[in-house]
């Protein structure tokens, strides 16, 4: 199943806004994208203002919020924390196997981590574990203001170093105080990360609807390197192999 993981420098930097918001453009095109939000904390799974809710009612998919989450914890904590004042554990296998039963039911998948790359899920298995047991390329939402550099950048070496494709970057949640920074802020990420900067998002203030939320997108973030990830590899017509030899 074809895929892009979304993670996040920091937590609160906007991931289950901007995933919603990429699934709806693009199945507003027509193409079969679902979401997936295999661990969070904070809300549990049901709960419509928790993020598989935010990304169910957002994206405008039909699924079940057991088909988003596997895990959800009340405490908004860290997922290994919040797990252990539960007296649970969070089991590799079982998220790994939860996401794959999304293979069949939708054709390319979103799914967003929780935090930043480094999160802890279990003893020993994070975040960045997580994705590399995927394999998706990974989008990194960021924040735009000061510091944000630094930690896109990092984020960006940390997933290069797992063997992950970034698939680009968004600085999310601009408004008119960092309108200037923010353009400075992306150019720098491009220069000293080596990744690209798909779109700058803007705040949304009042009622986030999903038809708000697919025109911010459409209007602030290109799509292409998104989509390209996530359409069925197009097979190379038999001419143009022997064009090659």
């Not at 896109?152 to 601009?174: F, H, K, P, R």
């Not at 009042?206 to 097979?235: E, K, Q, S």
Request: charged share 20%; hydrophobic share 45%.
């Amino acid at each position: 199943m074809r895929g892009i993981f979304v993670t996040g420098t920091d937590t609160g930097v906007g991931k289950t806004v901007i995933t919603a918001g990429v699934t709806a453009a693009l199945r507003s095109e027509g193409l079969d994208v679902g979401v997936c939000k295999p661990v969070q904390s904070g809300h549990l799974a049901g709960d419509p203002d928790g993020d598989a809710g935010m990304l169910l009612a957002l994206s405008g998919l039909d699924d079940s919020p057991a088909m988003v989450n596997r895990y959800s914890f009340s405490a908004a904590l860290a997922p290994l924390v919040a797990a252990r004042l539960e007296g649970e554990v969070i089991s590799s296998e079982e998220v790994l196997g939860h996401i794959a039963e999304m293979d069949g039911v939708h054709d390319s998948l979103l799914v967003e981590g929780a935090g930043g790359f480094m999160v802890p899920l279990a003893e020993g298995w994070t975040i960045a574990n997580l994705a590399g047991s995927l394999g998706y390329p990974v989008l990194i939402v960021a924040r735009p203001g000061l510091g944000t550099v630094n930690h896109t950048v990092m984020t960006a070496m940390i997933v290069q170093a797992s063997g992950l494709e970034v698939a680009g970057v968004v600085l999310n949640g601009w408004g008119p105080d960092t309108d200037g920074i923010c353009r400075d802020n992306a150019a720098m990420i491009e220069e000293f990360g080596g990744v690209k900067v798909l779109g700058m998002t803007p705040l949304l203030d009042g009622l986030l609807t999903r038809d708000r939320l697919r025109a911010m997108i459409n209007d602030h973030i290109h799509l292409g390197p998104i989509r390209r990830h996530l359409l069925p590899a197009v097979p190379t017509p038999p001419h143009e192999e022997e064009a090659r030899t």
